[in-house]
Structures are given as C-alpha cells and as structure tokens.
C-alpha cells in the first residue's frame, strides 16, 4: 500500500512539473493546458474550438514533446479522404498481393486541425478510431495503440464550406473546450516570449525537464480511478444529468435533449482527475462544477426557440447549476 501511494506521489510530480511547463510555453491558456493533461488521463479525447492563433496547436505539439509517443497532425480540408486517416491496402508487386499500409491515425497523439472541413465519409472514418480504438479496411480490424488520444479544433468565426459534426461524434469527444483570448498581461508575457525576453523560454524547440513514460500516464489512469468519490457527490451527477433529460423548469423550452450517459461517465472520470491533479485524494461538488460545462456543452441538444432567441448551451448549463442543489 505505501509503495502504490509513493509511486502515486511520484507520478503526480512529475505530471504536475510538466504542467507548469507547459503552462510556461502556452501563456495565458492554463484551462487549455489542464484540459490536455485531464483528456490524457482520463484516456479520452478533445474538442478544442476558438479563433486562430489561440496556441491550440502549439499547444498539443509541446505536450507531444512531453510525452513518450508518436504525434501527427492531419490537416483536415473538403478533399480529404478516409483512406488519408487511416491507411489503405498498398499492392507490392515482389510479393504480388495487398500489404496495408498504416494512416496517422495509428499514432499516439493526433492532432485534427479544422476538423468539421472533413466530409461524412472521414467523420464516420475518425468516429470509429475515436470510439472503438481500431480501424476496419475490408474484412481487417487493426488495433490502435493503448495511448490514443484525438485533438480537434474548430474555428467558430467562419463556417463556409465545413460540415457539422454530428451528435454521434460529438459525444465521443470527453470535452468540448471553449478558448478565449489572453488577457493584457498575458498579452504582455507573449510579446516578451517571441523577443526572447523570458529566461528559459527564448528557445522554441526548448526540451521539457522531463518526459512522461505511458506506464506514467497509466499509473495516473489507476490513481485517479481510486480517487475518493463520496456518495453524495456522486449523487450530485445524476441529478445534473438526469435533470438535462427532464426538462422542468426553464429548462423545458431550451433543451430538446439531454445529455448521454457518456456525461455521467465523463464528469465522473474528469473530476477525479480534476481532485488528483490539484492534489486531492477526494472529489468535491465544486470539482464537478468546474468540469460540468465542458462536458455537457457539446452533449445538449437546445431546441428551435432557445437558438431562435440566442441562447446558448453555456448559459443552459448556468442554469442547470443553479437549478441542481448540491446534495
């Protein structure tokens, strides 16, 4: 027992000490950063959407330099093909038959940039890789590495020649995080930085203090699985989910449908890498609180007069929170 609790600090330093710098490397994106670190923890995957140049991609390319595993990113445009995510049958004529031949998509780390430019046909491609961790071509199942984790990013200002994402993929996103801009200060620091005026940040291709092994990001997955959850926080998650599908009160003109019960396993799973990330060993309401917009907010669907009179799934979800005692 005291060598799993060792070996749990042991992790939780080293996570903790790649976070900061991290947190050093993306100014004033610390929600962006932690919301990496819980996807990777937690085992799942990211919806990032905010303007360009919000260091969405930099972003995931320094956690890859941290991390001991393959990156790739795909650059996602209306000519794309499924083939070009996840590989095909290439003909080897010394052999005379199909050898497959494996796409980005077998990497550890996958950034798809611009996501909802792709076409149906590679939505449905990256949905099964996404939710069953493998790639089918003809009557062939090829398994993904253990260590698979999707970034997406959307860019919500222009939306000519894009496809929506549809709901099924949606949900198989753990979270859908929203980046705003830096502040003044921030702005500041990232003027600094590109001059080369912040020690130890002068140098873009800069080496992390550490790498984080997989059996590191798997020792995590285990920590943050015996995180304590009391029964009444967990009771707390029900009734945030269950009350997305009633719909009483205000609720009952803005929603059409509520949240999956992929919800409930993600806000569980989040915030209890949430609690261990900050160094607890049990979640509290707030931790639910904080996580709870980032992983309903792509899972509600508002009905017709909520988006008529602009209402947005942010502002459901404040109300949600508001409506939802806290048992």
Same mark, same amino acid.
């Given at each position: 027992?005291?060598?799993?609790? /060792? =070996?749990?600090?042991?992790?939780? %330093?080293?996570? #903790?000490?790649?976070?900061?710098?991290?947190?050093?490397?993306?100014?004033?994106?610390?929600?962006?950063?932690?919301?990496?670190?819980?996807?990777?923890?937690?085992?799942?995957?990211?919806?990032?959407?905010?303007?360009?140049? &919000? +260091?969405?991609?930099? +972003?995931?390319?320094?956690?890859?330099?941290?991390?001991?595993?393959?990156?790739?990113?795909?650059?996602?445009?209306?000519?794309?093909?499924?083939?070009?995510?996840?590989?095909?049958? @290439?003909?080897?004529?010394?052999?005379?038959?199909?050898?497959?031949?494996?796409?980005?998509?077998?990497?550890? !780390?996958?950034? +798809?940039?611009?996501?909802?430019? %792709?076409?149906?046909?590679?939505?449905?491609?990256?949905?099964?890789?996404?939710?069953?961790?493998?790639?089918? @071509?003809?009557?062939?199942?090829? +398994?993904? $590495?253990?260590?698979? &984790?999707?970034?997406?990013?959307?860019?919500?200002?222009?939306?000519?020649?894009?496809?929506?994402?549809?709901?099924?993929?949606?949900?198989?996103?753990?979270?859908?995080?929203?980046?705003?801009?830096?502040?003044?200060?921030?702005?500041?620091?990232? !003027?600094?930085?590109?001059?080369?005026?912040? /020690?130890?940040?002068?140098?873009? =291709?800069?080496?992390? $203090?550490?790498?984080?092994?997989?059996?590191?990001?798997?020792?995590?997955?285990?920590?943050?699985?015996?995180?304590?959850?009391? $029964?009444?926080?967990?009771?707390?998650?029900?009734?945030?989910?269950?009350?997305?599908?009633?719909?009483?009160?205000? &609720?009952?003109?803005? &929603?059409?449908?509520?949240?999956?019960?992929?919800?409930?396993?993600?806000?569980?799973?989040?915030?209890?890498?949430? %609690?261990?990330?900050?160094?607890?060993?049990?979640?509290?309401?707030?931790?639910?609180?904080?996580?709870?917009?980032?992983?309903?907010?792509? #899972?509600?669907?508002?009905?017709?007069?909520?988006?008529?009179?602009?209402?947005?799934?942010?502002?459901?979800?404040?109300?949600?929170?508001?409506?939802?005692?806290?048992?």
């Amino acid at each position: 027992m005291e060598a799993s609790v /060792a =070996n749990s600090a042991d992790t939780s %330093a080293k996570i #903790r000490t790649v976070s900061d710098w991290l947190e050093a490397r993306i100014i004033g994106q610390e929600t962006l950063v932690r919301r990496l670190l819980t996807a990777l923890i937690c085992g799942g995957h990211l919806l990032v959407e905010g303007a360009p140049g &919000l +260091a969405k991609t930099r +972003a995931i390319k320094e956690l890859a330099s941290a991390v001991a595993g393959d990156f790739h990113r795909v650059q996602f445009t209306p000519d794309l093909l499924p083939s070009d995510i996840t590989g095909t049958e @290439i003909f080897r004529p010394e052999t005379g038959d199909f050898r497959f031949q494996q796409g980005p998509i077998f990497h550890n !780390l996958i950034l +798809a940039d611009e996501v909802n430019r %792709a076409p149906a046909k590679v939505q449905a491609a990256l949905l099964e890789a996404m939710a069953e961790r493998q790639v089918s @071509i003809g009557r062939e199942t090829f +398994a993904l $590495p253990e260590l698979f &984790l999707v970034m997406a990013t959307q860019n919500p200002i222009e939306q000519e020649g894009t496809y929506p994402l549809p709901e099924a993929q949606l949900d198989r996103f753990l979270m859908h995080v929203e980046v705003g801009y830096p502040s003044a200060s921030a702005e500041r620091d990232i !003027l600094q930085l590109v001059r080369g005026e912040q /020690a130890g940040a002068t140098d873009k =291709n800069a080496t992390p $203090p550490i790498q984080l092994s997989q059996d590191d990001i798997f020792a995590a997955r285990r920590a943050t699985a015996e995180v304590y959850m009391a $029964p009444a926080v967990e009771q707390y998650i029900i009734q945030l989910v269950m009350a997305t599908r009633e719909r009483t009160g205000a &609720l009952a003109e803005q &929603l059409e449908f509520g949240v999956s019960p992929r919800a409930s396993i993600a806000l569980d799973q989040t915030s209890r890498a949430l %609690a261990w990330l900050d160094g607890r060993d049990f979640v509290t309401p707030e931790d639910v609180q904080t996580m709870c917009h980032d992983v309903f907010r792509h #899972r509600l669907i508002i009905s017709f007069d909520a988006e008529a009179q602009g209402i947005t799934s942010n502002q459901i979800i404040d109300t949600l929170l508001s409506q939802v005692p806290v048992s």
